[in-house]
């Protein structure tokens, strides 16, 4: 048990020191190494903003809104916190904002971004995570992944570009070399497909126990 311990914090030390490093070659002006940070922890970013919103589109579209403020930001980081810490509170504050926008009220039992530093570093949040809810998380991220692989070219392309490399449209339609109706187009049925498939799961999912 002490080995498995010792193995943890070794693990999570090396995590660190790994996100430490991106951040430094951000800062120097390598943007793929932020690509890199968007890769490791978007697919958790997007289920901590999934606490705040349910639909999976407008999940995808408020997490990107985190991962672009926490890009203009990041030359402010000073690593008084972990990154993912820092980069837990930016994509709190942005789903939260983002329903305040649309006059929807954010839920009253808010996600402490102390808690992101423990448990696993930040991936089971609060005790309010049950092993049933962490194996439906990693069955969505499974499922998302497997379907966008499976997409055709094109619409694989211009998911991608939008939700992991935070392209805008009209960015897309010049990479892509088609009209901004195309790429938009693309990006519905790409993300029609993904909501196909999560539909089932997200039926089926386990309902939180009531808080008191």
């Known amino acids: 048990m002490a080995e498995n311990k010792l193995a943890q914090d070794t693990a999570q030390g090396q995590d660190t020191v790994l996100d430490q490093e991106l951040v430094r070659r951000v800062q120097q002006g390598d943007s793929t190494a932020f690509d890199a940070l968007v890769r490791k922890y978007q697919h958790r970013i997007v289920g901590l903003i999934g606490r705040y919103i349910p639909d999976w589109s407008e999940c995808q579209d408020v997490a990107q809104e ?76 499974r499922t998302v992944m497997q379907t966008v692989d499976a997409l055709p070219e094109e619409l694989r392309t211009a998911i991608t570009l939008r939700e992991v490399e935070g392209l ?24 029609e497909a993904i909501d196909a498939q999560l539909r089932p799961l997200l039926d089926n999912r386990p309902e939180r126990e009531p808080t008191h």
């Open 66 to 141: 985190a991962f672009m403020r926490a890009y203009r930001a990041l030359p402010n980081f000073r690593g008084d916190a972990q990154f993912y810490t820092w980069l837990h509170r930016i994509a709190v504050n942005t789903a939260k904002n983002h329903l305040v926008a649309q006059n929807r009220r954010p839920p009253t039992d808010d996600v402490d971004a102390a808690d992101a530093e423990q448990f696993d570093g930040g991936i089971r949040l609060r005790d309010t995570d049950t092993p049933e809810h962490e194996l439906m998380r990693q069955e969505i991220e």
């Open 168 to 191: 805008s449209y009209e960015e897309i339609a010049r990479q892509m070399e088609c009209p901004i109706g195309t790429v938009r187009s693309r990006i519905f049925r790409a993300r």
